[in-house]
Structure formats: structure tokens, C-alpha cells
């Protein structure tokens, strides 16, 4: 297993095939995933085509990724928490700026994406809402939104099996509410 | 006003400042809005940055929708109705297909999109999940979503106060389920 650094970022491709195992190493943290086919970087993981064809805003064992052009990305095999978050968009110095009121933000989830994908020539402009592994974002009655602690454990893990040929941008979320404020880092391996 | 016949979209311009107002003519039909800033049509409409910054998902009267950069791209001003969707992506051929099981599928709010903004050499790869204007989609308790028929009446308004140049797309509606199975036009005016 590979070890993502607290608030940090990586990229990497996928083939067909493979699975992707994110693990929450040391419990209540999360990790920001976003997909775009390897043969045209155009499709991405998009939030909006996979809600609706889900019917449900979280995803667990068994449900599909989609791409903007409604084809499947990535399922979900393996589910130890069963919750995740698809409606935020990734932590970024705006988001810190205008939420946290920090005036020396950190780049986030967003400009670690960015940095991470420059290698594979995906554009800021690029990066979608990202399937957010092990986020708790409940929606309360009149489409409140809030933002509670991971309900994942130290080890706990989610598979996702990749449906096409994928490049893939992962972080360990810096934002402090993501994960009860307590920075941490997250572990992926590919087999 | 300017009508947008039944299952079919149109693409404007408006400049900063200005109000466009969407009309439901009959009632219980929808609209879905997309933005693109007029000088970088990289800059998009985001649900999931307007998401994150408004904490909850049913924006109405005083909420900005933000682009991708974080820009707020346009305030919603008067509102008749109070309920609009910001999860779901336009609606589509393969939508149809997948949810509708239909055969020979319209080309759906998405196909509408597309073509009218071809004219501004927006791709189809660019458009956004969609703010849907009048769109009614309760999430349950569990994440489950339902898209039931709208709250809107005969004349309802909702008015959008543009803060940049843009371009606008904008549908009536082409999903059954949207509009309570009654195709309409939806009206529109840039003030």
C-alpha cells in the first residue's frame, strides 16, 4: 500500500479491470477522487449523470460511477463505511478563504488535483466535483448540508473496479472539518 | 417575453447586470439553466463549488451561483417557487434509455443544449449538471431521490441577476417525470 502524505495529492492510470483500494489509515479522514478516461481526457466522473441514474445521493457496494457521456467509469466493490459524499466540489484556497476565513489558505484538495494532473495535461479548469471516499455530508430536511466527522475506522477500506482505461487524482483532504481536524494521510494501491 | 417551445433550448447572451427572468407559462414545468463566462467559456456554472458555499442544496432568493473558479456568477432575485434542483445532470438519449427504457430516445434537455450552444463554440463535453429551475427533487433520508412535479404555478417566476458577462443556456424541459408528464414551454426575458 501506497501512502499518501496528510494534504497532499497523486496521480496515476488505471486499466480496465483493476481495482483501486482506498484505505483510511488512521480512521476519520478523507481522500478526493476524481476519473477521466485515459483516451480522451474530456469524459470525467460526473456527479450530476451518476445521482441520477443511482436514484440516491450515496454510493456504496455495487453502484457505478458515470462519466459525463453516461458511460461507466468505476464500480464500487468492497465497502467497509458506506458513506461518502458526491455533492461537494474539492477543497481550494477560495473555499478556505470564503468558509474557514483564512487569510494564507492552503491550496487544497483542488490545487493538489491540479498539481497532480498537470502530468497528464488535464487543465484546473478540468477537475469536477470529486466522488469524496469516506466524507460524511449529511442532507437535513430543507436541503441543509453540513459537513460531520468520517464515519470510517483505522483500516476500514473502499474498492472501486475500473470499468475503462482511467486516469486517476487522489488526495488525503485537507480541510479540517472533512476530518474532525485532524490532518491524516490516506493509503491507495492498485491490483 | 420570449417562449421556448416543448422539449427544445435555446443560448443567449447577457451582460453584468442584467436580469434574466424565467417564466413557468403553464405551471409544473422545468428549465434547465447552464452559464458559461462570456470571455473564458472554460468558467462554468458549478453545483458542487454553489453546493459548498451556500450549505445547503435548495438555493433561492439572495443565493449566488458560483462558477468552478469560485466567481459568483449569477444571484437569484425574486423567486415564486423556492424549489429548484442543483443535482441532476441535463436530461438525455442515454438517460432515456437507462431510466425510461425508451427505444428511440429524444435528444433530451442535453441535446437541446448542445445545439443551441454550438453557436458559441461550447462543446458538448462542457456542459455542467445544470441548475434546473422549477425542478422538484426531494432527497430522503437515506440519500434516496425522487424527482416529483414541480411546485410551480401558472406565471410562476424566477429571476437571475447576472454578475459577469455570460452565456446562457436554457430548456423547457424534455423528461416526463420533470413536468408531471405534460410537455410545456417555458417563457424567458433578459431585463
Do not use: W
Not at 458506506?82 to 474557514?100: I, N, T, W
Not at 491550496?107 to 466524507?135: S, W
Not at 441543509?144 to 488525503?172: N, W, Y
Amino acid at each position: 500500500m501506497k501512502e499518501i502524505p496528510p494534504q497532499s495529492g497523486v496521480a496515476f492510470e488505471m486499466k480496465a479491470g483493476q481495482t483501486l483500494i482506498v484505505t483510511d489509515i488512521d480512521g476519520e479522514q478523507v481522500g478526493d477522487l476524481v476519473a477521466f478516461a485515459k483516451h480522451d481526457r474530456r469524459e470525467f466522473m460526473s456527479s450530476g449523470r451518476t445521482i441520477d441514474y443511482a436514484s440516491k445521493i450515496y454510493l456504496s457496494s455495487g453502484d457505478a460511477l458515470y462519466s459525463n457521456r453516461s458511460n461507466i467509469m468505476l464500480e464500487i466493490g468492497r465497502d467497509d463505511v458506506g458513506r461518502h459524499d458526491f455533492l461537494l466540489a474539492p477543497c481550494s484556497a477560495e473555499m478556505f478563504r470564503k468558509l474557514y476565513g483564512h487569510d494564507y489558505p492552503h491550496k487544497g484538495c483542488f490545487g493538489n488535483l491540479r498539481d497532480a494532473l498537470h502530468q497528464y495535461d488535464i487543465e484546473p479548469d478540468q477537475i469536477p466535483t470529486a466522488f469524496n471516499v469516506f466524507m460524511n455530508v449529511p442532507v437535513g430536511r430543507s436541503g441543509e448540508v453540513k459537513v460531520l466527522p468520517p464515519l470510517s475506522r483505522p483500516g476500514d477500506q473502499t474498492h472501486f473496479v475500473a470499468q475503462m482505461d482511467l486516469i486517476i487524482g487522489l488526495t488525503a483532504c485537507s480541510a479540517g472539518l472533512s476530518n474532525n481536524f485532524k490532518f491524516k494521510p490516506i493509503g491507495y494501491e492498485v491490483v
